[in-house]
């Protein structure tokens, strides 16, 4: 990566858009390389596209559709415009969206702390930043960023909340709790007096991950009763609130700050009281040296860990049940795959991160279920240099200051010129396990076979190790114990600070014959 030289326009960035005007006005690409990427027309009414491809908060609400608008007809180009695309609007800054695999590897190994490299774009998180504060690892950039991290993440390793050999301990009471959910769901089975049960499953995942969260991983003691009836809902209205703050909060004004004149502030505001008071509940064993805490090395004041917490879970707990509850919404609807993994984990009762990694399958099913539907559509950058990006197969592409960039990683996990019939035996738009045994038997490269489920480079999701844990603990034990079939062969997705099944993980679940 070569950097653009620093002067005075670089510090000043009104500056920098009125030089801009002329060639905007002109329609001259701001790009350049032999990675060239397509210009896209905010209106083009004979496009027949659905909406405007302007990735403003306002315009938030259904992502997948704003990212399908910027490839509309792009599959009847060749090039590198077939997989690049960009929005250059007079007075505003470009955007740039890549479902290119070789440019969102690249792009995103070049987000971190030095100079000219890309920060996260902070606009799809203002409504998260406004929840939790901006001094936490999600929202910092530069050297903000690069503390939290030291704060949150390098105790326990360089890029990841822990490493898998810290795992034990977490591992048995992980395994415990899950084993108390799922004897609630045998007698839920039992009470309806039925062989089968229709159910929505995603409840009763968001419980089970909140629990591993807050009393196994962290420590506390709080009870499944309060978590489930209590701190859930609450939550679940937290991040609803985030979302629409995000969206649609237009004058960027903090409601928290108004006074509690409609029912709706009020009930807000006592969510949010009830999120800080789980914040303190999970702090508190750390003067205890108990669970997490025994590990944490750092000495900041506990006043510098709770928005990071609040962050922590918050992401953690939407992203897991997201990862959960699609791996059982794709396993209800391919029972063959269901009953592959049932016969990997019959006789498993002890998990660890090396059993885990033993069961072939269910590893497939896991990383399918992070290519096909991952917990985010795009993965936001911005550029804070003028900057030439090279893939790994040395293409190359220059990118202006201040360029806001969606790396589609939805799009690019289905495409078939990534994933499809002639790269991995199957269809791209499939859910299909054996695509990784196909894979791995070519010969492919890892950094040809990436979901970016978690992300990638040093934004990195911290808790990435601790998901892959909790989740392949979950379903292995859920597949082990009940059968589960869908009567609808779609399920959608559903936005929100992550993507979920549109229909809850609604299945109907029957217990298996000992």
């Known amino acids: 990566m070569q950097n653009g030289t620093s002067n005075l326009k670089d510090h000043l960035p009104g500056y920098r858009r009125l030089l801009r005007l002329p060639k905007q006005f002109l329609a001259v690409s ?104 901006t001094d936490t690892l999600l929202y910092a950039n530069g050297a903000e960023w690069k503390k939290q991290r030291k704060i949150a993440a390098c105790p326990f390793g360089k890029t990841t909340l822990f490493q898998p050999e810290q795992f034990c301990e977490f591992a048995d009471t992980f395994r415990e709790t899950v084993r108390g959910r799922i004897d609630v769901l045998r007698q839920h089975l039992a009470a309806s007096g039925q062989e089968t049960v229709d159910i929505p499953l995603e409840p ?15 420590g506390a003691e709080i009870s499944y009763e309060e978590l489930r009836e209590k701190y859930v809902p609450a939550l679940e209205r937290v991040i609803d609130h985030i979302v629409s703050d995000t969206v649609k909060n237009r004058l960027g004004v903090p409601w928290r700050k108004f006074p509690s004149l409609s029912d709706r502030i009020v009930r807000a505001k006592a969510d949010d009281a009830t999120f800080e008071e789980l914040t303190q509940r999970i702090l508190a064993p750390r003067g205890e040296k108990k669970a997490l805490w025994k590990q944490f090395k750092s000495d900041a004041p506990d006043a510098k860990l709770i928005s990071n917490l609040k962050v922590f879970l918050a992401g953690a707990l939407e992203a897991t049940t997201s990862y959960a509850t699609w791996a059982i919404s794709h396993l209800a609807r391919h029972p063959d795959a269901q009953e592959k993994v049932f016969e990997e984990v019959k006789d ?78 199957y269809p791209a738009n499939v859910f299909e396990p054996d695509r990784w045994r196909i894979l791995a038997e070519s010969g492919r490269a890892t950094k040809d076979t990436l979901h970016f489920g978690f992300g990638h480079g040093p934004r990195v999701c ?22 589960f079939q869908s009567e609808s062969p779609q399920n959608p997705a559903r936005a929100g600070v992550s993507t979920k099944p549109a229909d809850g993980t609604r299945v109907c679940m029957s217990l298996r014959s000992p």
């Open 462 to 483: 911290p808790g990435k190790h601790l998901g892959e844990l909790e989740v392949g603990l979950t379903v292995g034990a859920l597949v082990k114990t009940f059968r």
């Open 348 to 425: 498993i009762d002890v998990y660890t991160p090396e059993i885990l990694a033993g069961a072939k399958y269910l590893r497939a099913v896991l990383d399918e279920t992070l290519r096909l539907t991952p917990s985010l559509y795009f993965l936001p950058r911005r550029a804070t240099a003028d900057t030439w990006v090279t893939s790994a197969d040395g293409r190359k592409m220059f990118i202006p200051w201040g360029t806001h960039l969606l790396l589609d990683v939805w799009h690019a996990n289905r495409h078939e010129d990534h994933w499809g019939v002639e790269v991995s035996g």
């Open 30 to 133: 701001p790009f350049d390389g032999d990675c060239m990427p397509s210009r896209v027309r905010l209106f083009d009414p004979r496009s027949g596209r659905p909406t405007q491809p302007f990735p403003h908060r306002w315009n938030f609400e259904d992502p997948v559709r704003i990212l399908e608008t910027y490839f509309w007809n792009a599959d009847e180009e060749q090039g590198p415009g077939r997989h690049n695309r960009y929005l250059d609007v007079p007075g505003f800054a470009p955007v740039l969206v890549t479902r290119d695999p070789g440019m969102i590897r690249a792009i995103a190994t070049a987000t971190g702390d030095r100079e000219g490299q890309f920060d996260r774009d902070t606009l799809p998180s203002v409504g998260i930043a406004r929840a939790t504060g």
């Open 204 to 218: 009763e995942v968001k419980v089970v991950m909140l629990e591993m969260l807050t009393n196994n991983f962290f």
